[in-house]
């Protein structure tokens, strides 16, 4: 029991909550739709800290790049692999999702129901609505895009000042380490929180919900291998010129420390080191590159999202159109930059994209009660993206030769 409440296992008391939640959901089916309550508590709880969680986050990854002239190089060629890199996972992962399609094909003995409007703007509304009249009145509405934007020009703005914005920057890294403090408070009661919404959720929509939860699992641990293959390995190997099999081994003793951490920051050391040692690449470019991709550099996150979006819009029968599908790639791409580093902190993020979306939240209880499984997948690709991008960065400065280190390596 002592070994259950330590602080590193908060997955097993979530896992704990799950079990205890469907066997809730079967015994007493009515007091479980009662106490739906604690659940939607919990949830509440974590939209309030959407945007101080994403405000902070988002300031402190630009900010902290301290270099000015730096950040305009990082501009011009890192972040901007970065966000190819991106786009080209959510792609490939919306076509698996869709090919797969896991909200679908179950029988529920009450069919999920949302009526509530989804997001699906043009380009004119989009561009109106990021750009806020009120920053103050934006984030009370809970409108996270405008708070992106915003954040992300005044933090530049830190960084251009100097020295004069250096006690701006302390007073964010403080504010940010209370409201992650914050976050972790309130990720401590998940337990209680995914044990309701699992009892609620067994209790209207019978055993199906497990077919479904399976199939998601199934469809982002799939995305997520067939992203490391199509969108990192393979243009890596034929750009740099480093052998597919160096890469794949390499990359497989990243994989056992994110499998067993699910942390990028932890796994941080293991990646510098395999990166030079292993696979060649120039120290300066690696220690700037991979602490950099910790925050930026999210293919995980492709999966994760592009799954989710398709998977709840499923399973409430809800047609997301081409428009709305365009923008949940572009919203993905933005948020992910706040992912938080802490155990469940997707959770967060996950809430805070359906919203955005207009896609109904009560899911990510569930979700929450198996999330560890998602998250070592998730991060083991988001690892795996910065190993691939920091040897392509190098290549492209001409600072590696990837069939020189192969050669070497055999």
């Keep these: 029991m002592k070994v259950l409440f330590e602080k590193k296992n908060l997955f097993l008391r979530v896992a704990v909550g799950f079990v205890l939640g469907v066997v809730l959901g079967f015994a007493l089916p009515e007091f479980s739709i009662a106490i739906k309550v604690v659940g939607d508590i919990y949830l509440n709880l974590i939209k309030m800290m959407i945007i101080p969680i994403v405000f902070c986050a988002v300031f402190c990854g630009i900010a902290n790049i301290r270099d000015g002239a730096l950040l305009r190089k990082v501009g011009v060629r890192t972040v901007l692999l970065y966000v190819v890199m991106f786009i080209a996972s959510a792609a490939i992962s919306l076509a698996i999702a869709y090919v797969i399609r896991p909200g679908l094909g179950t029988v529920f003995e009450n069919a999920p129901e949302y009526a509530g409007d989804i997001t699906n703007p043009t380009v004119s509304s989009f561009l109106t609505t990021i750009v806020p009249t009120n920053i103050i009145q934006a984030a009370a509405s809970g409108s996270t895009l405008p708070v992106i934007l915003f954040t992300i020009v005044f933090a530049i703005a830190i960084v251009a000042v100097g020295d004069a914005g250096k006690p701006v920057l302390d007073f964010m890294n ?68 480093v052998s597919f099999c160096t890469l794949l081994r390499a990359c497989g003793k990243v994989s056992l420390v994110t499998l067993s951490t699910t942390s990028s920051a932890a796994t941080l050391p293991t990646t510098i080191n395999v990166s030079m040692e292993d696979l060649g ?130």
């Design 281 to 410: 690449a120039p120290e300066g470019i690696s220690k700037f590159t991979l602490p950099l991709g910790c925050t930026i550099n999210m293919c995980g996150g492709a999966c994760s999202f592009c799954c989710l979006a398709v998977f709840v819009s499923d399973f409430y029968s809800i047609n997301l159109p081409f428009g709305t599908i365009v923008f949940l790639v572009l919203v993905a791409t933005l948020i992910n930059m706040a992912a938080p580093g802490i155990p469940g902190g997707g959770v967060v993020l996950g809430a805070s994209f359906l919203s955005i979306l207009g896609l109904p939240i009560d899911l990510m209880g569930p979700i929450s009660g198996f999330y560890r499984l998602l998250d070592m997948a998730f991060t083991t690709i988001n690892v795996e993206g910065d190993v691939a991008a920091n040897l392509m960065i190098a290549k492209s400065v001409g600072e590696y030769d990837g069939a020189t280190v192969s050669r070497k390596a055999a």
């Design 174 to 241: 403080s504010l940010s380490a209370a409201f992650f403090k914050m976050l972790g408070y309130f990720m401590e009661i998940s337990p209680v929180g995914v044990m309701s919404l699992m009892a609620f959720s067994v209790a209207q929509y019978g055993a199906g919900i497990f077919g479904a939860l399976a199939k998601y699992i199934l469809c982002c641990w799939l995305c997520c291998v067939a992203v490391f293959f199509l969108a990192m390995a393979l243009p890596t190997c034929l750009y740099t010129g």
